[in-house]
């Protein structure tokens, strides 16, 4: 089984900072890497699909990077409803989720 | 608009089951994989099971693999999860999630989740 592994597990951040996440893959996983962000009691929604596709409706603002082993997640300005936890999923081989990232307010 | 609402959720002992559905529409459900994934209170995503469109590919997590059951009905736009032998740790939200397929391959709709208990 494929393993996946994000860092920091949390930050805390500024508006308008640019916030950096990780993602690596226990083993090549090529392009097929997602990211979602999740609010306390709502549903996980997907930002960035097969590595650094945005998806429909989401801000600029959110980048996504890599291939192979090891990914980023960028906010390049962080804004206040950006708070939230990131998780990173592959979908190379059935489907794993990074343990999370949470993104606070400093 | 496109929709995906589960139900069946509940308390229920240890040893016990229950059958979770997610009712999908404002799309055409029998186009798209489709998946379960939940959540433990307090903690992260866990990918629960996968079903293909047309049933005839569906693969388990290793921590439910012959406990669960994956199943749909494209008649009634519906996804199912029959959960038997229910433990402590399977207590969490459960989510149906759409499956987008190429090449996102990545779960692009979600549900609004429904809480399962597990307890004595």
């Known amino acids: 089984d494929i393993q996946m592994t994000q860092s920091p597990s949390s930050l805390s951040a500024s508006v308008g900072d640019r916030v950096t996440i990780t993602c690596r893959a226990s083993q090549s996983i090529s392009s097929y890497l997602n990211w979602y962000q999740q609010k306390p009691g709502k549903a996980p929604k997907l930002l960035i699909y097969?590595?650094?596709s945005l998806q429909s409706g989401v801000p600029s603002r959110f980048s996504g990077s890599g291939s192979g082993t090891d990914f980023t997640l960028t906010i390049s300005s962080l804004q206040p409803e950006d708070f939230a936890t990131y998780y990173c999923q592959q979908s190379y081989s059935t489907h794993t989720f990074g343990p999370g990232t949470k993104v606070d307010i400093k | 608009e496109v929709q995906l609402v589960e139900s069946g959720g509940g308390l229920v002992q240890p040893g016990g089951s229950l059958r979770l559905s997610c009712a999908a529409s404002g799309f055409t459900f029998s186009s798209y994989s489709m998946n379960w994934v939940r959540q433990a209170p307090g903690k992260g995503l866990e990918w629960v099971s996968y079903i293909s469109s047309s049933s005839s590919t569906i693969y388990y997590a290793d921590s439910v693999k012959g406990r669960f059951t994956i199943s749909r009905d494209n008649a009634k736009n519906s996804l199912y999860l029959q959960m038997n032998s229910l433990r402590d740790e399977d207590t969490a939200v459960y989510y149906c999630a759409r499956d987008g397929g190429s090449p996102r391959w990545a779960f692009d709709i979600w549900g609004q989740g429904t809480m399962v208990t597990v307890s004595s």
């Open positions: 097969a590595a650094s």
